[in-house]
C-alpha cells in the first residue's frame, strides 16, 4: 500500500514560482515511477511531469522549460518547480507512484495563478 502527501500549492501571480512536494511511502519498487498530474475545472487529468527512480524525466510540451520535477530517493519525495507561471496553470496538483493498474494518488494540492 502507497501512501501518499502533497504540500506546497497556494495562490501565485503570474510570472510567479511555486514549489511543490510528495512524500510517499511504500517499497523502492512501488515509488519508482512517480510524477505529477493536474486537473483543471470542467478539465480531465493530464499529466505534467514524470520521474524514474534513476532519474529519467518526462514533461508534457506546455510546461517543458518552466517546470522541473526532481526526487530525493532517500526521503522518498519528489518535487515540482514551477516557474513563469501562467493562469492556464491552475489545477488541482495529484503526486503519484506507480503504473496502471497499480497506481496511487495523493489527495492533491490546490495551485491557482492569479493576479
Known amino acids: 500500500q502507497v501512501h501518499i502527501v502533497e504540500s506546497g500549492g497556494g495562490l501565485v501571480q503570474p510570472g510567479g514560482s511555486l514549489g511543490l512536494s510528495c512524500v510517499a511511502s511504500g517499497s523502492a519498487r512501488s515509488l519508482y515511477f512517480m510524477g505529477w498530474y493536474r486537473q483543471a475545472p470542467g478539465k480531465q487529468r493530464e499529466l505534467v511531469a514524470t520521474?524514474?527512480?534513476?532519474?529519467?524525466?518526462n514533461y508534457t510540451d506546455s510546461v517543458k522549460g518552466r517546470f522541473t520535477i526532481s526526487r530525493d530517493n532517500t526521503k522518498n519525495t519528489v518535487y515540482l518547480r514551477m516557474n513563469s507561471l501562467k493562469p492556464e496553470d491552475t489545477a488541482v496538483y495529484y503526486c503519484?507512484?506507480?503504473?496502471?493498474?497499480?497506481?496511487?494518488w495523493g489527495q492533491g494540492t490546490q495551485v491557482t495563478v492569479s493576479s
Open positions: 503519484c507512484a506507480g503504473i496502471d493498474p497499480s497506481r496511487s
Open positions: 520521474i524514474t527512480g534513476s532519474g529519467s524525466t
